[in-house]
Nanobody, 123 residues
């Protein structure tokens, strides 16, 4: 199985910045898409940003132009740079990874989630 460990959350004032990191470890031979989701109290979990192994990206409309996702494939680590933070960005942020374990000739797919990291933006 693949484990995800997040870091970098915290408390910041509106307009400030934070950088989240998520490192994957385990027996995957291929990690395809990695991404960040968030869940605010009383709301459903939503996609914030995602990146493929080929560096294709996708962002929620609410964070376009403010957040940037990047990835270090050699380290199996994904980053989320969050700038111009707003109080409505306050949520628990979860890392997500999808890929394959086993061998290229006999594999199964997996989806893993991190434990979540709290981001709080004060007004």
């Amino acid at each position: 199985q693949v484990q995800l460990v997040e870091s970098g959350g915290g408390l910041v004032q509106a307009g400030g910045s934070l950088r989240l990191s998520c490192a994957a470890s385990g027996s995957a031979f291929s990690i395809d898409a990695m991404g960040w989701y968030r869940q605010a109290p009383g709301k459903q979990r939503e996609l914030v940003a995602a990146i493929t192994s080929g560096a294709g990206t996708n962002y929620a409309d609410s964070v376009k132009g403010r957040f940037s996702i990047s990835r270090d494939n050699a380290k199996n680590t994904v980053y989320l740079q969050m700038d111009s933070l707003k109080p409505e960005d306050t949520a628990v942020y979860f890392c997500n990874a999808n890929g394959r374990t086993g061998t290229p000739w006999n594999y199964r797919t997996f989806t893993s989630w991190g434990q979540g990291t709290q981001v709080t933006v004060s007004s």
